[in-house]
DNA sequence: GTCTATACTGAGATAGAC
DNA sequence: GTCTATCTCAGTATAGAC
């Protein structure tokens, strides 16, 4: 990988982590900058503004969400992979999900919302495929997305270690 | 109700109302303010800083709550009921909700992922008795928060009409 | 490719008049 | 109980040195 290239995928991990761990207000460019360890000069040379930020967030949330979705094809229970790691919530996939799904609260990050949006249009087909029922899909979308929001809001103990366990063998009694 | 408990009222309305329409960051003491028709001085007469503002939208879902669950615990199907209104997202108690969520978000706002918290809390337990189970329960709040998530984010196309049906459909396929 | 210095803006909050 | 004026501070962004 060029240096340059790490500098930049320093900047938004450290930007990532900011927003995650202290919320949106902490993702500020001087934070950021000193979290990667350059200055803020150096983070507006990479990324030229906050909204550049953001959108390399975006951007790297579709490149993990291709590789997940490759991930997820090639197993046998798809459901419960896909639910499981909606908890675990500190890949490098669900971290950058969380932190876009903060972002794309607030009015300015519009990026956030569109690569979301895109997200949950892609899983919901091809969870659709997999499951065999595109209502099951939507079920099983929804609930992730309220355990992420949940693990957003609350840190980790909103999330009992077995409700995950309990809730998909729920989930299991329904038709496919 | 006194002079000052209906501007009290206005504000809370007029804060509430920008920040479910462009975001918290929209939610300053300027336009909240100018929104509800009074001067930043006559805000902070009221509420002495933007904490003060966001705990009594803390204190009105605490009420709107109250309210909730008496009116629900009166009807037949719950969860119909329940699911239903998480996607109408119009109703006084579900504009204070959607508010608190995005707020919830950002790390100042410690009041209202307070509030959330807590009603989850009190909502689990109240569903937990009305449907006889605590799993079905858990999930049902899932996807509710799910909802609320993805209109916080995409607004109202988010939710194709019938598919709110469709997941109640499936749902009450389950266990009871 | 990265740094320092600095301009500009808008936010929250205080003081005191009315 | 509400208003105006003003202070302070932090955040984004620019310019230009190294």
Redesign the interface.
Known sequence: MAKGEQTRSRLLDAFEDLVIE?????GTLAATADEAGVSKGGLLYHFGSKDALVQGLAERLEVFAAEEERRLSSLPDVLEVFLRESVAANQPFDRTYLAL??L?????HHAA?EA??RL?DHFLAALTQALGDP??A??V??????????T???GSD?LPAD?VD??L???A???R
């Open positions: 202290h919320g949106e207000r902490a799904l903060k794309g609260q607030l009015d300015e919302r979301l949006a949950d209502d099951l939507l079920l979308l929804r609930v992730s997305d309220g355990i992420y929001v949940r957003a809001l609350g909103a409700s309990r809730l063998a729920l989930l009694t329904l038709p």
